[in-house]
């Protein structure tokens, strides 16, 4: 049993940056796969990045450029780190670890263990 927490949402401007971390509570995320997902108020949940236990990252195209996911191994911990904020990222964001098949990388459904969430909000 893994249970993510995320932490690093907060308030910040347009251009602005936050960089969200997601440790665990319990279990390990070692050899697991990793993503970050948003929902937005009235919106159904999203993709945003994932990082495969291969190493591989993927990302939604709006935030291409601008986000990066990353892993400590040694403090068990992922990152979200967001750059260039703007009000179309203003969410709720999750952290989510799975045992993941490639095509399926992307679907909220295929990941098991999933965090609390923690709030970005962008002012412009």
């Known amino acids: 049993q893994i249970q993510p927490v995320e932490s690093g949402g907060g308030l910040v401007q347009t251009g602005g940056s936050l960089r969200l971390s997601c440790a665990t509570s319990?279990?390990?995320?070692?050899?697991?796969?990793m993503a970050w997902f948003r929902q937005a108020p009235g919106k159904t949940r999203e993709f945003v990045a994932a990082r495969r236990r291969d190493g591989h990252t993927y990302y939604r195209d709006s935030v291409k450029g601008r986000f990066a996911i990353s892993r400590d191994s040694a403090k068990d911990t992922f990152y979200l780190q967001m750059n260039n904020l703007n009000a179309e990222d203003t969410a709720v964001y999750f952290c989510a670890a799975g045992t993941v098949i490639l095509s399926q990388t992307r679907a909220d459904s295929a990941y098991a263990y999933w965090g609390q969430g923690t709030q970005v909000t962008v002012s412009s």
């Open positions: 319990q279990g390990t995320f070692s050899r697991r796969d």
